[in-house]
């Protein structure tokens, strides 16, 4: 089982930046896709970016544009750059392993970290 360490949230102003950084443990990275979620107050969990094995990559229409999902097979490791925030982006960010292209989460979650976008 994967486990997924999530880092990088913290509270920024709009039009802001962040960059988060999500480390997983086990083998054979490079050959699955990556997701990044986020859970908003009194939302649901959803897909915000996906990044397949050979790194295509597909964003929600909220956040192309302004998000950029990347990934670091040597460290394990996916990223999400988020440029040009917006309050509405704020909420909970996890990340973990996807079916490509749907996004459709593996149910294995790390602990999440909180992005805070002010006004």
């Known amino acids: 089982q994967v486990q997924l360490v999530e880092s990088g949230g913290g509270l920024v102003q709009a039009g802001g930046s962040l960059r988060l950084s999500c480390a997983a443990s086990?083998?054979?990275?490079?050959?699955?896709?990556m997701g990044w979620y986020r859970q908003s107050p009194g939302k649901q969990r959803e897909l915000v970016a996906i990044i397949g094995s050979g790194g295509s990559t597909k964003y929600t229409a909220p956040v192309k544009g302004r998000f950029t999902i990347s990934r670091d097979n040597v460290k394990n490791t996916v990223y999400l750059q988020m440029n040009n925030l917006k309050v509405e982006d704020t909420g909970v960010y996890y990340c973990?392993?996807?079916?490509?292209?749907?996004?459709?989460?593996?149910?294995?979650w790390g602990q999440g970290t909180q992005v805070t976008v002010s006004s």
């Open positions: 973990t392993k996807a079916v490509w292209p749907s996004g459709t989460p593996f149910p294995s």
């Open positions: 086990g083998s054979a990275f490079n050959t699955y896709a």
